[in-house]
């Protein structure tokens, strides 16, 4: 079958560093997604990943490698806004989107 | 209209009768899906539709019907509701079937009694 598996919830401290992570086990491999979703809003698109290494946009960062099935999401200099949940999702050898089911992250002051 | 609306954005209905989920989009993208996200699940896809004319079954098909007349509507019926399909239903849009990212609506919050 196809997993996907994500913490069900972190807590972090405004300012501070978190990383998210995400293992998959998919029939094929074309790409990973990493969405952020509030509470009681649409997922919106943060990064995409194809190839090993790091895609860095900002404070956001996502890393993959392939050969460990293995992602993370790395947000730095926190803030409040960022409490959300992050949503990793595997697009298998039909083109279709596996989705884990979200990581709640608790930002404190 | 900038990106994807849904229609309504929630409801209660009663287990046994017909309802229609509206969801339109204007950025003119050939794809579209429907999903229901529930608590403690990932994101399970119904439906999809790859451009106007075609659809085809996601995970969890059963109870579910689409129709894609054209390239901006992509409705999803529920023929008969039961409990089970109490749920967050969102619609999303692609560009390209299959290979470009998915842009999401504000969702439809659907309760069936």
């Known amino acids: 079958g196809q997993n996907i598996d994500q913490p069900t919830e972190m807590t972090a401290t405004e300012g501070a560093i978190v990383q998210i992570n995400c293992t998959y086990q998919t029939s094929g491999f074309n790409g990973l997604f990493w969405y952020q979703q509030h509470a009681g809003e649409a997922p919106t698109f943060l990064s995409y990943?194809?190839l090993d290494g790091l895609e860095e946009k900002g404070r956001f960062s996502s890393f993959l490698s392939r050969s460990k099935g293995y992602s993370y999401l790395l947000l730095k200099e926190l803030q409040m806004k960022d409490s959300a949940s992050y949503l990793c999702a595997v697009r298998d050898s039909n083109y279709q989107l596996i989705w884990g089911a979200g990581t709640k992250l608790i930002i404190k002051p | 209209i900038a990106g994807i609306t849904q229609a309504p954005t929630s409801q209660i209905l009663a287990a046994g009768r017909r309802m229609t989920l509206r969801c339109t989009q204007d950025?003119?993208?050939?794809?579209m899906y429907w999903y229901r996200q529930d608590l403690g699940l990932g994101l399970r896809l119904i439906h999809y539709?790859?451009?106007?004319?075609?659809?085809g079954k996601g995970e969890v098909p059963d109870g579910y019907s689409v129709s894609r007349a054209n390239t901006d509507d992509f409705p999803l019926t529920l023929a008969s509701a039961v409990p089970s399909q109490t749920s967050v239903y969102f619609c999303?849009?692609?560009?390209?079937?299959?290979?470009?990212?998915?842009?999401f609506g504000p969702g439809t919050r659907l309760t069936v009694l």
């Open positions: 990943n194809v």
């Open positions: 539709s790859n451009t106007a004319g075609t659809t």
């Open positions: 950025m003119r993208h050939n794809a």
């Open positions: 999303a849009s692609s560009d390209l079937a299959g290979t470009d990212t998915q842009y």
